[in-house]
């Protein structure tokens, strides 16, 4: 048995102490994005520092728990903060956590991330499905060797995020009159936000939005057989010919503004399953 395994069954004798169910759905979510856990009927929140071979947060609005409960019918766990690549983790240790919720019998994962926006039809505080994503953070969760227990050496990634999650996303949304997007996120190194002249290469290269994360676990998820759905709120406009500075503070504003309808519309896809 590889040294990863032996780690996830480490972390997973820690979590089995709180419970011993399965869990279909599992939620990522991300900066200034955790009102969702307000929407589950919380059983167990467990500390990343109690898990074994668990990353710790270290980013503003990332509270760092783990959230074992219910959405309607459906056992869910919630990770209330993630962890980044400019944070100093290695991309193993990134998407370790969406090992773990496959072992805890995770068929879907719902993605979030705050993100900036690209697209001139896109605005500020709208939300976006996330279609498709280019990776620009120079590394891979998969480099090195392949754990063929976990998922093949090479997986296709044709459809990363599930046009069936989209499509159930896309009938929340319209049920609800909720405005949404569809487009491509690419995702860079950070921690830096994009100079103009960056902006207008993302642009150029085919993509509408542009974040720190999401892409790593993404691949993990789709390694390991995962149907993923990612969601993007928009917290500021990237526009390089129109481009202000912006703080962290006025896209954690942005992020509680658009919060609740993105919470409505992954609440919705996660009871219609």
Do not use: W
Not at 40 to 45: A, R
Not at 213 to 222: L, R, Y
Request: with cysteine.
């Amino acid at each position: 048995m590889s040294k990863l395994i032996d780690n996830i069954n480490e972390t997973l004798s820690v979590i089995r102490k709180y419970t011993d169910k399965n869990y279909e759905v599992g939620i990522i979510l991300g900066t200034g994005l955790g009102g969702l856990v307000k929407e589950i009927e919380v059983e167990h929140t467990i500390d990343y520092g109690e898990l074994p071979h668990f990353p710790l947060s270290t980013v503003e609005s990332h509270q760092g728990k783990l959230i074992l409960g219910k959405i309607g019918d459906k056992n869910v766990v919630a990770m209330q903060g993630r962890f980044h690549y400019y944070e100093g983790y290695s991309m193993k240790q990134i998407t370790y956590p969406v090992r773990v919720m496959k072992f805890m019998g995770v068929k879907y994962l719902m993605v979030s991330n705050a993100c900036g926006g690209m697209n001139p039809l896109f605005r500020r505080g709208d939300i976006m499905l996330i279609v498709d994503h280019i990776n620009l953070l120079g590394d891979n969760p998969l480099i090195g060797p392949n754990e063929d227990e976990l998922g093949p050496r090479f997986p296709d990634m044709s459809e990363p995020y599930s046009r069936d999650l989209i499509k159930l996303a896309e009938e929340a949304a319209l049920k609800n009159k909720i405005r949404v997007q569809k487009g491509v996120y690419v995702a860079v190194p950070g921690p830096n936000l994009e100079t103009r002249a960056e902006y207008r290469f993302l642009r150029t290269i085919g993509a509408d939005v542009v974040g720190m994360s999401t892409v790593p676990e993404n691949i993990v998820a789709n390694h390991m057989g995962m149907k993923v759905l990612g969601i993007s709120i928009i917290t500021d406009e990237c526009f390089p010919d129109a481009l202000k500075p912006v703080s962290l503070e006025e896209i954690l504003e942005a992020a509680n503004e658009a919060e609740p309808k993105m919470t409505l519309i992954m609440k919705e896809v996660i009871e219609a399953l």
